[in-house]
C-alpha cells in the first residue's frame, strides 16, 4: 500500500519578537498572569508588509532544502491559514508561483487551529489515492493582523509563523513498521461556533474582523476533545501511549498540553513545547513545533510521532507518523 512519507520539513518566524513585558505596557497584565495561565513568554510578529504567503513561502522553501527536492517536483500544495493574503485567491497559488511552480494543485484549507492536522489528512488521502506524487502541506498564518490589541484576554494569547513538510507517496508494507503517516483522525462540530471566531468576513459584515474567544470555555472542552481523538488514532492502529517516542501537539497552552500528556499518560520528556516562544500560532504551530525537534536531532528517523490539535469551529483532530 502507498504511504505518505516525510522527506523534509521547515519552518519561518518573523524576525520580530513581542515579549509579555512589552504586552504589558500596553494592556492590562502582566509577564506572570501570561506564564502562569499559559506557559507563554514572547511570540513572532510579522513586519508590516509581511505576508502570511511570505512566511509560508520561506518555510516551504526550508522544507524542500531539507528534503534535498526541487520545486518543480511538486504537484500538490495544500495550505492551512486562518489569515490568507487575499480573500481570494488562495495563498497557496502565490507560494505556488513563486517557487515556480505551474503545474498539479495547490489551494487553502481552512479549519483555524486544527489546519495542519486536517492539511495532513488530505494531502495523505490524495497520495495514497495515486493522484499526486509529492506534496507541500504548509501551516501559516499572520494572527498579529485580526487580533484586538485592547483585548488582553485574545491579544497575549496568538503569534505569527509558517512550517511546512515535504510527503512522497511511497510504497509500504501496510504495518505499522512503515515510514509515514499511519493514521489521521479529524472531527468537527459547529455548535461550539460561538467560542471561537472572528467577528468579520466577506459575506456578513465585509470587513477582516477581529478574533473573539471564551476562552474558559474553548479550555473546558479542549483536553477532552484531544485525548477522545487521539484514542481513536490508538483503536486504528493498535498502538498506545507507550510507543510514542515524540508528542508534538497544537502549541495553544502549556496547560492544555501538560493535562492531555497527562491523562494520555506520556510523560513530559516526550512532549515537544515551543508555546514559550511562538505563542499559539494556529496552523502553523505543529509544523513549527515538527521544524524545531528535528533541527536540534530529538526527531529521528524512525520516530514514531503523535500529533494534535484543537480549535475553531470546533474543529479536532490527530495523527500518527513515522518520521
Ligand atoms: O488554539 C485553540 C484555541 N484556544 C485555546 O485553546 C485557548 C483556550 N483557553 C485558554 O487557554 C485559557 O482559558 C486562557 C489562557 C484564555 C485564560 O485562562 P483561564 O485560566 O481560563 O482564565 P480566565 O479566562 O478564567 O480568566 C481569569 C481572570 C479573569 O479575571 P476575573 O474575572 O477572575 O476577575 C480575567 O479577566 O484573569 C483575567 N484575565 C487576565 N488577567 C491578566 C484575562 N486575561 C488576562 C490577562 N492578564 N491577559
Known sequence: MLRSVVLGCGSYLPARILSNDELARSVETTDEWIVQRTGIRERHIAAPGEMTSDLAYNAARA????????ASSIDLIVLATATPDYT??????????????????????????????????VADSLLRAGIYKRALVVGAETFSRILDWNDR?????FGD?????????????????DRGLLTTHLRSDGRHQAKLYVDGGPSSTQTVGHLRMEGREVFKHAVAMITDVIHDAFDATGLNAGDIDWFVPHQANKRIIDGSAHKLGISPEKVVITVDRHGNTSAASIPLALADAVADRRIRRGNLILLEAMGGGFTWGSALLRW
Not at 522544507?63 to 526541487?70: G, K, S
Not at 498539479?104 to 489546519?115: E, K, P, T, W, Y
Request: aromatic share 6%.
Open 161 to 177: 509563523g509558517a512550517g511546512a513538510l515535504v510527503l512522497e507517496a511511497q510504497e509500504g508494507t501496510g504495518t505499522n513498521a
Open 63 to 70: 522544507a524542500l532544502d531539507h528534503a534535498h527536492v526541487d
Open 153 to 157: 484576554t485574545t491579544c497575549v494569547l
Open 88 to 121: 481570494f485567491p488562495a495563498t497557496a497559488v502565490a507560494v505556488q508561483a513563486r517557487l515556480g511552480i505551474n503545474h498539479g494543485a495547490a489551494f487553502d484549507l481552512q479549519a483555524v487551529c486544527s489546519g495542519f492536522v486536517y492539511g495532513l489528512q
